[in-house]
C-alpha cells in the first residue's frame, strides 16, 4: 500500500537559516505529491503541489521537487520567518483505480517546526 | 470567497451525549471527507462521500456516522462519545479531479466531558 515517511520533528530554527524537511514515499504509478501546512489551532492548508516526476512545486519562499528515482520530495526553504513555525505535512495522493480510492490522500506523520527571532 | 466552513469550531459534550458537527463548502466540490486529527498527528480518514456515494474506512468505529443530504453540506454524527473522541475533526473537499487536490476547513476542536 502507499506510504509517506516524514523526517522526525521537532525541527528549530533561528529566523533567516535554510530549511529541509525530508519526505519520502512508496507508492504504485504515479501518485500526485502534496505539502499542507497547519497553524496552531487551524486546519491544513495546501503549500504546494506536483504532479508527475520532475515537476517543482513552489509558494511563499517554499519549494518541493518530484524524483522518482529517489521517491522523493523534500520541502526547502532558503530563509525561513516566525511567521512559517507550523506542522508541516507531507501527503500523496492515490491514482485513481475506480472505486472508492479515488481522490484518497495518505499523509506523514507530520514534523513540527519552530522558528525563532 | 469560496471556501469549506465548520461550524461550530469548538464542540464540548458530555460523554455518550450524542452530538452533531457540520460541513459546508462553496467550492461545488464532489468528494466530501471526514478526518480525525489528534495532537498534530496526521489527519485519519473516517469517510468521504463521491456525490451522494458513502465510502467507509474499514477501521472507522460504529459510533461515527455521515450525512450529506445536498452537495454543499455533510454532517458528522456521534452516537455515543467516549473521552477517546476528543479531538479535531477536519472537513475537506475535492473536485474528484485525478489531481486529487483537497481543501480543508478550519475544524471542530471537540472536548468530551
Known amino acids: 500500500g502507499n506510504s509517506v515517511t516524514q523526517m522526525e520533528g521537532p525541527v528549530t530554527l533561528s529566523e533567516e537559516a535554510f530549511l529541509t524537511i525530508n519526505c519520502t514515499y512508496t507508492?504504485?504509478?504515479?501518485?500526485?505529491l502534496f505539502w499542507y501546512v497547519q497553524y496552531p489551532g487551524e486546519g491544513l492548508q495546501l503549500l504546494l503541489k506536483?504532479?508527475?516526476?520532475?515537476d517543482k512545486g513552489s509558494n511563499k519562499g517554499f519549494e518541493a521537487t518530484y524524483r522518482k528515482e529517489t521517491t522523493s520530495f523534500h520541502l526547502e526553504k532558503g530563509s525561513v520567518q516566525v511567521s512559517d513555525s507550523a506542522v508541516y505535512f507531507c501527503a500523496l495522493g492515490s491514482v485513481y483505480a475506480g472505486g472508492t480510492s479515488y481522490g484518497k490522500l495518505t499523509f506523514g506523520q507530520g514534523t513540527i517546526l519552530t522558528v525563532h527571532p | 470567497d469560496a471556501m469549506v466552513i465548520q461550524n461550530p469550531r469548538y464542540q464540548v459534550t458530555q460523554f455518550g451525549k450524542p452530538v452533531t458537527l457540520s460541513c459546508s463548502q462553496t467550492?461545488?466540490?464532489?468528494?466530501m471527507y471526514w478526518y480525525q486529527q489528534k495532537s498534530s498527528q496526521a489527519p485519519k480518514l473516517l469517510f468521504h462521500y463521491y456525490d451522494k456515494d458513502f465510502n467507509n474506512e474499514a477501521d472507522t468505529p460504529d459510533n461515527f456516522q455521515s450525512r450529506r443530504p445536498n452537495t454543499s453540506f455533510c454532517f458528522l454524527d456521534i452516537r455515543s462519545p467516549g473521552l477517546g473522541d476528543a479531538a479535531m475533526y477536519l472537513c475537506?473537499?475535492?473536485?474528484?479531479?485525478?489531481?486529487?487536490?483537497?481543501?480543508f476547513g478550519p475544524g471542530t476542536r471537540l472536548t468530551v466531558l
Open positions: 507508492a504504485t504509478g504515479y501518485p500526485s
Open positions: 467550492l461545488n466540490h464532489n468528494v
Open positions: 475537506a473537499t475535492s473536485r474528484g479531479t485525478r489531481v486529487n487536490e483537497q481543501f
Open positions: 506536483a504532479t508527475k516526476a520532475d
